[in-house]
Nanobody, 114 residues
């Protein structure tokens, strides 16, 4: 099983940027497709970005397409989420996960003020 720890959340003004990191330990990180999810207050958790094992393939939800970028560094066992042009509606707890596992991080809060 892989253990995941997110970091990089915080409070930012609308239009600003943040970069989230998700550090993995345990089994071989490069064996997993990775994804970022978020959970808005009162809503179900939704997937917003996904990256393949090699990092060559990525996909995004419509809500973040063009503003967020997912990337990974397999040498550092880390996946990133660069978030630009943040909006108040991006306020949520952000989680990373290794696909096809039950592994989730503890989440990191992102708050965007208007």
């Amino acid at each position: 099983q892989v253990q995941l720890v997110e970091s990089g959340g915080g409070l930012v003004q609308a239009g600003g940027s943040l970069r989230l990191s998700c550090a993995a330990s345990g089994r071989t990180f490069s064996s997993y497709n990775m994804a970022w999810f978020r959970q808005l207050p009162g809503k179900e958790r939704e997937r917003i970005a996904r990256i393949s094992k090699t990092g060559l393939s990525t996909s995004y939800s419509d809500s973040v397409q063009g503003r967020f970028t997912i990337s990974r560094d397999n040498a550092k066992n880390t996946v990133y989420l660069q978030m630009n042009s943040l909006k108040p509606e991006d306020t949520a707890v952000y989680y990373c996960t290794a696909e096809d596992t039950d592994s989730w991080g503890q989440g990191t809060q992102v708050t965007v003020s208007s």
